[in-house]
């Protein structure tokens, strides 16, 4: 193993944890959803949702032409995406962005790789287990903040936007079809009796 490489996992090992001083700013809520910004092509991005059920890092169509990204940027993707109630999702194929998570003090950048998909919602992204784990980010939704070591071993502490969350999350629950969790492969069904 390289030196670098040492010192990049030794960032990694770092204790990230809640305590009762991350409850201070948080408003009483009804399980909010974890919402936060980010900056990716420049520009930041709000109504990011942060959700550890979804499989894959997604970026909306509408989003992706706001941010007046080329088609040409994007490649194929081979994998299909299925949205809550089992639906296809009409995938237009994939992107790496460099993406940057700071809490005004710290900060960290990667690529992020991005499923561009062709369906309604509230959201802006939605970052899953993919870039959760490559951050080695925790998420807590009592706490509304996500937890994430930077490459120096500091912890920045990302909070999450109450208003924005709640605004999102209401518009989202607007949407017909509406996406609230997306997995790579078709949502196991049973028959109930």
């Not at 989003?63 to 490649?75: I, V």
Request: neutral net charge; glycine residues 6%.
């Amino acid at each position: 193993m390289s030196v670098e490489a040492q010192r990049a996992d030794d960032a990694f090992d770092v204790d990230l944890i809640f305590t009762k001083a991350d409850l201070q700013d948080v408003v009483p809520h009804d399980n909010d959803p974890v919402v936060i910004s980010m900056v990716t092509v420049g520009r930041k991005m709000h109504c990011v949702l942060v959700d550890q059920g979804i499989s894959a890092d997604v970026m909306f169509w509408t989003t992706f032409n706001k941010l007046q990204l080329s088609p040409d940027m994007l490649r194929p993707y081979d994998g299909c995406l299925y949205g809550f109630a089992g639906d296809q999702l009409e995938v237009r194929g994939h992107l790496e962005l460099r993406t940057t998570f700071t809490d005004g003090i710290a900060s960290r950048t990667e690529n992020i790789r991005y499923v561009v998909v062709n369906a309604s919602s509230a959201y802006n992204m939605l970052l899953g287990r993919p870039t959760l784990n490559r951050l080695g980010a925790v998420p807590s939704a009592r706490h509304m903040k996500i937890k994430l070591p930077d490459l120096a071993g500091k912890v920045i502490t990302i909070k999450s936007d109450q208003k924005e969350a709640k605004r999102c999350y209401e518009n989202n629950l607007k949407i017909k079809k509406g996406v609230f969790m997306v997995t790579t492969r078709p949502p196991y069904t049973e028959e109930v009796m």
